[in-house]
């Protein structure tokens, strides 16, 4: 059980993020994103990528952090899923980690429904801990609420 | 051989083998009527041959049996010892069917069905060997000699031209992902060139100039290349109908020759799977219910062949279908009786609805008006849903009809789905809720289908038009009511609202039932956008259709009108008021209840009114560019002759004749033809209740109105113009 694995990371907020190196297609730096009206809060706009219309999800609104400030701009991280490709709006994009499936844990209970709907799991690196996101389900666009049990929330 | 080659050369022959069955199919059909083609039978044979011997290569045992069975029978009637009759021809289509059953089986399944067709290779073999039963019955279509257009018929030299090798050898099957691919590059492609043809503008050196310009066009024909590789002729979905007519001709003992015309136009490879179904459904409707039995023909003095007809044609950038028959054609007071019992429209109003109005209820959900629900058609599914599925993708349905002598569906459908042309609007809005992120503005485009007229209200006096019915705007475009529908609004753009502005711009749309009227702070242009989808994550969205990429390279959002609709809360609420304007409109001066009328001055402080209805346009013409032709005064106008009534010399009484000047004259037509009323002034448009009308005696005046404080005759039209040309409104008129 102790397969290696590799995790593009990035930083919502203060929490660290990790998600399949081999979904991800690409990072860009920030661009130019056309708003939709009416659509849920969390999907912040579309983007061109090379002639493709790509969805851009905001993270923080996603996980439900505050919204950004200032003139920080996010960056794209690209992933693909299937056959959808879906951009994800953070904070901060780091290091591609390798990590033991040894040091996997289940999401613990507490976690915000929001986060528990998106989080795989917890790895625990040796100065923190990385959440990883499952693309499968950030593509599939599940909304929050929908999957997370309602009890959850009140624990957060 | 490794498993993936053999895989190939499996794929390789399931795809050849399905070609062949569709030409079976069509020669088959053409064969019953050229009995006796040799040179059709040869060609029968050598594509059965070819299926057999591949077969045999795969070991595919029940098939090889089966179409050996089928070759030895082909073989015979080749060598002529024994002569085609209906039962041979439907026993080999019944063989195709079995290939096709079988070949559709290995391919989902990867080897042959269970089925071992014994009861068809037994048949195919008593009739190979045995002389016929019967002598030879009437084929199924033995009509020769019709041979104008493109008849569906075994012409033999021309399929070997089509079949021969030289096309062979130049086609190429290409999967249909790599041109889509292809097809987005090039899009991005045009994209980048108009990126570069903006930056070159500002560049002074021509060796640079003239190199854009030469990707520029380059480019271009790219981008037409790619398309036409994605375009196919109509013919692939016609191919399949020669079989379905005749195999339901059959079934309802009638008979039927199918005429095709335009085979060759092309279509987007996406639209031709789409109008597929639509199109089976209008031919089988077509041959069940318009097409009568031979007998009912014969009394009718009609041939008792009856012709079916498909015509397709480019016209404006959209591809025309008809699907014509000449068989009995719509039972319009059937329609009218049936509409009223299901409850569709009122008695009164249905009496008073035109032809073409009535047939349009065989579009409605469910409605039949067939006597006997037979296994083709009448159960009341159909004209509706090839009626949805052709608005689907953009098209539309109309149905004109003679009764006793036939149909006619016409369809209209884009050319393409990927490239359409829309109307690009933006809404500015003040707020700053984007502003940001450089948003200032959002743009979106809407298709062109949608878009019925672009309004533009500039000033006090118009904007007045506007008018707000508890929270609910709404706005008086000739007479009747739009409602208005905020863009910045509906989507929480903006605060503020286009209404305060000094102009509005209203786009008038085609909804569900009736028009309403987007206002937008901007027009921006017409374009041919790509239209690209929308991620799942978007699906709840109803308002928007897709996205397409504009000239700078931002994504701007297709409008959903009907989505836009619902969701602005016209669809469901506006129903029946819309079906009520309807009928005012379609009864024509039956109901005028409250009617908007022109009212105008005729000189001397005398007003008068006409329906506004009945008004083509409101135009100015300058006095000296009138002439007079055969002691009438008369005005070349849009290419015509406009002859022109006086309204101010209405009594005889002389207008005071000022300098030359613009005379406003009210056009009005009837008929394809059309007549000017020239008047003093165009005061103003006011609804007009009937009820107030008083009776006034008064040569071409038919009643009067008091309108804004000031006695106002209403013109009978119909009276002034006959007392003027007796013949304006035709024979039956002036008789």
């Not at chain 2, 309802?252 to 987007?268: F, M």
Request: hydrophobic share 45%.
């Amino acid at each position: 059980m102790s397969s290696l694995r590799q995790l593009c990371t990035f930083r919502v907020g203060d929490s660290l993020f990790g998600i399949d190196v081999l979904s991800v297609q690409e990072v860009i730096r920030s661009h130019d994103l056309t708003p939709v009206p009416l659509a849920p809060s969390a999907i912040k706009g579309l983007i061109n990528l090379r002639g493709n219309i790509v969805t851009a999800i905001d993270l923080r609104t996603k996980l439900e952090f505050p919204e950004r400030v200032g003139d920080s701009l996010p960056m794209h991280v690209i992933v693909r899923a299937g056959d959808s490709v879906i951009s994800l709006l953070v904070d901060d994009v780091g290091d591609v980690v390798d990590v033991n499936e040894s040091e996997f844990e289940e999401a613990p209970l507490t976690l915000i429904a929001a986060c528990r709907d998106l989080v795989r799991g917890v790895y625990k690196l040796p100065h923190r801990v990385l959440l990883a996101v499952d693309a499968q389900r950030l593509v599939a666009g599940e909304s929050p609420g929908l999957t997370g049990a309602p009890a959850s929330r009140q624990a957060a | 051989m490794t498993v993936d080659d053999v895989d190939e050369v499996l794929r390789e022959f399931l795809l050849e083998s399905s070609d062949a069955l569709n030409t079976l199919d069509q020669d088959f059909v053409a064969l019953e009527r050229n009995p006796d083609d040799r040179t059709l039978i040869g060609e029968i044979f050598r594509l059965v041959h070819t299926i057999k011997g591949t077969c045999g290569f795969f070991a595919f045992e029940r098939l090889e049996r089966l179409t050996h069975a089928g070759e030895a029978l082909l073989c015979k009637l080749r060598d002529g010892e024994i002569r085609n009759t209906s039962e041979i021809t439907t026993s080999l289509l019944k063989m195709v069917d079995g290939i096709r059953c079988s070949l559709e089986a290995i391919e989902t399944t990867g080897s042959e069905g269970v089925e071992d067709f014994d009861a068809l290779i037994a048949n195919l073999t008593r009739l190979s060997e045995n002389e016929p039963i019967r002598a030879p019955a009437v084929a199924f279509e033995a009509v020769v000699g019709n041979q104008k257009n493109e008849i569906v018929r075994g012409d033999s030299s021309e399929k070997a031209e089509v079949r021969g090798p030289a096309v062979t050898d130049t086609a190429i099957r290409v999967d249909v992902e790599v041109l889509d691919r292809v097809m987005n590059l090039v899009g991005e492609l045009v994209l980048a060139r108009n990126q570069l043809l903006q930056f070159a503008g500002s560049i002074r050196e021509p060796v640079f100039a003239a190199t854009t310009q030469r990707l520029n066009a380059l480019t271009t024909e790219l981008q037409e290349g790619i398309m036409k590789t994605r375009m196919q002729p109509i013919g692939n979905v016609w191919n399949k109908f020669p079989r379905v007519i005749r195999d339901l001709a059959h079934a309802c003992g009638k008979r039927v020759i199918l005429e095709v015309d335009g085979a060759h136009t092309e279509l987007d490879r996406t639209i031709i799977e789409a109008i597929r179904d639509p199109l089976t459904h209008a031919v089988r409707n077509a041959v069940d219910h318009g097409i009568e039995a031979p007998e009912i023909r014969k009394q009718s003095g009609k041939p008792e062949v009856g012709t079916l007809r498909l015509r397709a044609f480019h016209e404006g950038g959209h591809v025309n279908i008809e699907v014509t028959d000449d068989g009995r054609g719509l039972d319009i007071e059937r329609i009218r009786v049936r509409a009223v019992e299901r409850g569709l429209v009122a008695a009164d109003r249905a009496a008073r609805m035109g032809e073409r109005e009535v047939s349009q209820f065989i579009f409605h959900p469910g409605f039949s008006t067939a006597a006997t629900v037979t296994n083709v058609s009448g159960r009341g599914v159909g004209m509706d849903v090839v009626k949805t599925n052709i608005e689907k993708i953009g098209g539309s349905v109309d149905v004109t009809s003679l009764w006793g002598r036939g149909t006619t569906l016409r369809v209209k459908i884009p050319l393409t789905l990927a490239i359409i042309p829309a109307l690009v609007v933006s809404s500015m809005g003040c707020s700053r809720r984007y502003s940001e992120s450089e948003q200032g503005f959002h743009r979106f485009a809407i298709p062109q289908v949608n878009l019925m007229e672009l309004v533009r209200l500039e000033g006090e006096v118009a904007l007045r038009r506007i008018e707000d019915v508890r929270g609910v705007r709404m706005c008086r475009l000739r007479g009747s009511l739009l409602p208005l529908v905020s863009l910045n609004r509906s989507f929480a753009l903006s605060r503020c609202s286009e209404f305060d502005a000094d102009v509005v711009n209203i786009v008038v749309v085609q909804g569900q039932t009736r028009p309403f009227g987007i206002v937008v702070d901007k027009i921006l242009d017409t374009e041919e956008i790509v239209v690209k989808p929308l991620g799942k994550e978007l699906k709840g969205v109803k308002t928007f259709s897709g996205a397409t990429i504009m000239g700078d390279g931002r994504v701007a959002l297709i409008l959903d009108v009907l989505g836009f609709e619902q969701h602005a809360g016209l669809a469901s609420t506006s129903r029946d008021r819309s079906d009520d304007a309807g009928a005012d409109v379609a009864s024509g001066n039956a109901s005028r209840t409250s009617e908007s009328w022109v009212v105008f001055s005729v000189g001397d402080g005398a007003t008068m009114a006409i329906p506004l209805a009945i008004v083509a346009r409101l135009e100015e013409i300058a006095e000296g560019v009138i002439e007079q032709s055969g002691g009438r005064a008369v005005v070349q106008y849009r290419g015509g002759i406009l002859p022109l009534i006086d309204l101010r010399k209405l009594d005889g009484k002389r207008a005071s004749q000022a300098a030359p000047q613009l005379l406003q004259v009210i056009v009005y037509s009837e008929g394809g033809r059309s007549l000017g009323f020239i008047v003093e002034k165009i005061l103003d448009i006011v609804p007009v209740d009937i009820a107030a009308i008083r009776e006034v005696a008064r040569p071409g005046v038919s009643d009067a109105v008091v309108i804004q404080g000031k006695v106002t005759e209403l013109l009978n039209v119909r009276r002034v113009i006959q007392s003027f040309d007796a013949t304006f409104f035709g024979v039956k008129n002036a008789a």
